[in-house]
């Protein structure tokens, strides 16, 4: 550049040093046309802006509020103590032989993850409106930093399960091996959700009024308060079209060594969550490019 | 890259935008309120599946260009003023180069690294703390957070806000935010900065300091495109200016004698009043 060594480089009232030799990169604007790659290498090159967005998400959560952390702890606790108090004791659901505050809480976790990870993702993204308009950076990196701040809760969740598993007395086997399978579908089930809510949201907001009602639903047609032994056969592998199902039961069998909980039509869970995970991302990177004009 | 290499050569460039005709409501009755919501779900997505800035799409939508037509190379070390009216598209020239949104015909050719400083305070969160909000801040705008420590201590000095640096940013006074927001911003090490009317910050002395980083920038042979109505600051700031009519350039040449030709265009005889 202009800079040679013959030219003194004056320095800057910012002072900030600069080497424009070692890192020219020549890149092309042009209308974007067809459709696009999955952009996952640049989301893994910017993923410290994706942990800066979780640790923004986290901070926010605790900045002003009296119980701050408490909230992630106490949220499944009173579910569960409802749960346990209306379907366990009133209702009497069967729960494959585990009490049912256990078998409650493990759904609830796994639950929680999804629709708080979902709605957030969703949420955030059409209200980063000065972010989306005036700044570049990888978008991807909005629900995914979604994502990971919802981790942290689903960790001190699971700590929480371990604990309501000692409380019990209840000691975990060899099954606990699946659970880092089932966590990779939960996983792989929130981005499926929550990478096309998000970008759709952008267009129409519609799906932030909206998402209440469909996670309501989904969480009927999902065994959190009861058990997928209460679906008959047939119609199981139309019930396992909603991942989560497979999750929350393979988590069952995983924890509290639930057997019954598993059945064959897992696979239809796991072809819906990746081939969703796939579309989903697609989906989201094809839209991304408008979000600056659509928003 | 052979250093007489324009970094920016940008051909052709135009954006379309479809005009959003909302319903004039309050002019209605009510049942053609009625009818425009129950409608409203149709319409909208037929408008917004159409997709606005492809080539060839859109059609029968009430379409407009807001870049008709725009080329023009950016040598190295050169600051370019890009000055016009209100809705001349200035600013969707910046977003372009920024690659915040795409064009719809044309290309840019840009040769290293771009800084944008549209909107410097966007990833500000004000529940944060000044200290928080300059890694969150940074990172977002393309720094990783080891680059903004090391400068940490040079942005804080540069915003004078030392004593509030671990403060909410809620607690700020408007100034003391905006100043925070462009030391971070102005800290990017990029070979090419967009800048756009930013510099209008802070009190006269800040801006007189705001001034000085740019042409310090400009000096240390980084290439600025600088949008600003302030045509006192554009004309000490820039070595070369375009301006910008309804999409196209009209002119292309020292900034003295674009601004004039702008002047001109402002007064009230042949301006449409919307413009500083």
Redesign the interface.
């Known amino acids: 550049m202009r800079s040679t060594p013959t030219e003194p480089i004056r320095r800057s009232t910012l002072a900030v040093d600069f080497e424009s030799e070692a890192t020219a990169t020549t890149t092309v604007i042009r209308p974007k046309s067809g459709w696009p790659d999955l952009g996952l290498g640049e989301a893994w090159r910017h993923r410290e802006l994706i942990w800066v967005f979780a640790a923004r998400d986290v901070r926010i959560r605790y900045k002003q509020r009296a119980v701050g952390m408490g909230w992630v702890v106490l949220q499944p606790l009173l579910t569960m103590a409802i749960f346990s108090v209306l379907f366990g004791r009133l209702m009497k659901v069967p729960t494959d032989g585990i009490p049912y505050p256990l078998f409650a809480l493990c759904g609830l976790v796994c639950w929680t993850f999804f629709v708080h990870t979902t709605t957030k993702s969703t949420i955030t993204l059409a209200a980063s409106r000065d972010l989306l308009t005036k700044v570049r950076f990888p978008r991807l990196a909005i629900p995914f930093g979604a994502l990971v701040g919802g981790l942290v809760d689903l960790v001190i969740g699971l700590l929480l399960l371990v604990a309501a598993l000692a409380w019990f007395g209840t000691g975990v086997g060899w099954q606990i091996l699946a659970a880092p399978l089932a966590l990779m579908l939960l996983i792989a089930t929130t981005i499926a959700a929550s990478l096309p809510l998000s970008a759709l949201n952008v267009r129409f907001r519609d799906v932030e009024n909206a998402l209440p009602f469909v996670m309501q639903v989904m969480l009927f047609l999902s065994p959190v308060a009861y058990p997928a032994t209460m679906i008959p056969d047939a119609w199981r592998w139309l019930y396992a079209a909603n991942p989560m199902s497979t999750v929350i039961s393979s988590m069952r069998f995983a924890l509290l060594g639930d057997e019954a909980a598993l059945h064959p039509s897992w696979i239809v869970s796991v072809a819906v969550a990746v081939i969703g995970c796939w579309a989903g991302i697609l989906f989201f990177r094809r839209e991304e490019e408008n979000f600056a004009d659509a928003i | 890259?052979r250093?007489e290499d324009p970094v920016i050569e940008a051909r052709g460039l135009a954006k379309r935008?479809v005009r959003d005709r909302g319903p004039a409501v309050d002019s209605m009755g009510l049942h053609h309120l009625i009818g425009e919501i129950f409608g409203m779900?149709l319409r909208?997505a037929r408008r917004?599946w159409s997709?606005?800035?492809?080539?060839g799409a859109g059609d029968g939508a009430e379409t407009f260009w807001a870049l008709e037509d725009i080329s023009f190379d950016l040598r190295?070390?050169e600051t370019l003023g890009v000055i016009g009216k209100n809705g001349a598209g200035k600013s969707v020239l910046l977003?372009?180069?920024?690659?915040?949104?795409?064009?719809?015909?044309?290309?840019?050719?840009?040769?290293?690294?771009?800084g944008?400083m549209?909107?410097v305070?966007?990833?500000f969160?004000y529940?944060?703390t000044g200290r928080?909000n300059v890694?969150?801040s940074g990172?977002?705008?393309?720094m990783?957070?080891r680059e903004i420590a090391v400068?940490l201590d040079?942005i804080i000095e540069?915003a004078e806000i030392a004593d509030a640096i671990d403060t909410?940013v809620k607690r700020y006074s408007s100034g003391m935010a905006a100043r925070l927001a462009f030391s971070v911003a102005?800290?990017l090490?990029a070979?090419i900065m967009l800048v756009d009317e930013v510099l209008a910050v802070g009190d006269a002395g800040f801006r007189q300091?705001c001034l000085?980083?740019m042409?310090?920038?400009a000096?240390?042979?980084?290439s600025i495109v600088f949008v600003s109505h302030e045509l006192d600051m554009l004309e000490r700031l820039c070595d070369r200016a375009i301006l910008i009519d309804h999409g196209r350039i009209r002119a292309d040449g020292p900034p003295g004698e674009l601004l004039d030709i702008h002047r001109n265009d402002l007064r009230p005889a042949s301006s449409d009043g919307s413009s500083r």
């Open positions: 890259m250093s935008y779900p909208a917004a997709p606005t800035n492809r080539e190295a070390g977003k372009i180069l920024a690659r915040i949104t795409p064009p719809t015909r044309g290309t840019a050719t840009v040769r290293g690294r771009i944008a549209l909107e305070s966007a990833g969160h529940e944060l928080e890694f969150l990172a977002i705008l393309g990783s957070q400068r040079r540069f909410p102005a800290h090490d070979e300091k000085d980083a042409r310090g920038i000096r240390s042979g980084r």
